[in-house]
């Protein structure tokens, strides 16, 4: 018979010795609790920090939301598709400019105002989980693996 706290356990799953994947594993465990909380929104977290950053930057260029973001342009301009498409976000740049300049439209306003408690319950959720100590620890140690590329 196992016991709660014996790696053998089927409930304890140990972690690998390569950081990189536990960083992952990690990643994609907090991804899927924010996914969970946004889904009665129609949002994922990737699209709902999206629209928290134009609306808070204002009128933003693909440069602007990858610099503050700090994610690849690339990343931003992919997961602004569905956005556009489902009219939350508009190019308001003079045509035939190179560089788009992008704004919430009114419904991606209210989309956004209307995902920001269900935000706050995975926020909460994270951190009433986790402690507010291991919750500075992570965000600490967050910032030393980030600033490790910079």
Sequence with gaps: ???????????????????????????????????GFLSPSGLNISQFSLLKHIYSLG?????DLAL?????????????KALE???????????????????????????????GNQWEQAQSFLQEALGDED???LTTLLSKVEKLMA
């Design 1 to 35: 018979m196992t016991t709660a706290g014996d790696p053998s356990s089927p409930n304890i799953r140990v972690s690998s010795v390569c950081s990189c994947i536990n960083l992952r594993r990690a990643s994609t465990a907090v991804t899927g609790i924010y996914d």
């Design 59 to 63: 009128p933003a260029s693909v440069s």
């Design 68 to 80: 503050e973001m700090r994610l690849d342009r690339t990343t931003i301009v992919r997961n602004l």
């Design 85 to 115: 498409q489902i009219g939350y976000v508009e190019d308001i740049s003079a045509q035939g400019s190179r560089n788009r300049l992008l704004i919430l439209t009114e419904s991606g306003k209210m989309k956004y105002i209307a995902a």
């Design 135 to 137: 919750m500075k620890v």
